[in-house]
Nanobody, 128 residues
Framework: QLQVVESGGGLVQFGGSLRLSCVVSGFAWEHITIGWFRQGPGKEHESLSCIRARDGYAVYGDSAKGRFTISRNNAKNTVYLQMNSLKPEDTAIYHC?????????????????????WGQGTQVNVSS
């Protein structure tokens, strides 16, 4: 069974940067697709970016384009989300999700934790 653990959240000022990490275990890395979602206060889950572990093919949601970058380290079974130019509206719980034998488009099309293995999340607070 896939296990997902996020880290790297915290408090950052407007315009700052954070890098989130997601460690995935429990299945062959090359068959896994990993995605980053967030849920702000009183809001629905929002997909940010998803990446195929095997070759690094990635897709981005509108909120992530231009400011966020997803990447992976195959040797560490880890996916990162580099977030730059952060704004107060980026304040949310950021979740990592992993699924096997699927595509980044499918994972990023999820509306919430209805499929795959989701981590507990890491809180990001952006102050103005």
């Amino acid at each position: 069974q896939l296990q997902v653990v996020e880290s790297g959240g915290g408090l950052v000022q407007f315009g700052g940067s954070l890098r989130l990490s997601c460690v995935v275990s429990g299945f062959a890395w090359e068959h896994i697709t990993i995605g980053w979602f967030r849920q702000g206060p009183g809001k629905e889950h929002e997909s940010l970016s998803c990446i195929r572990a095997r070759d690094g093919y990635a897709v981005y949601g509108d909120s992530a384009k231009g400011r966020f970058t997803i990447s992976r380290n195959n040797a560490k079974n880890t996916v990162y989300l580099q977030m730059n130019s952060l704004k107060p509206e980026d304040t949310a719980i950021y979740h990592c999700v992993a699924a096997i034998y699927t595509t980044p488009q499918f994972v990023c099309g999820l509306r919430g934790p209805t499929f795959g293995s989701w981590g507990q999340g890491t809180q990001v607070n952006v102050s103005s």
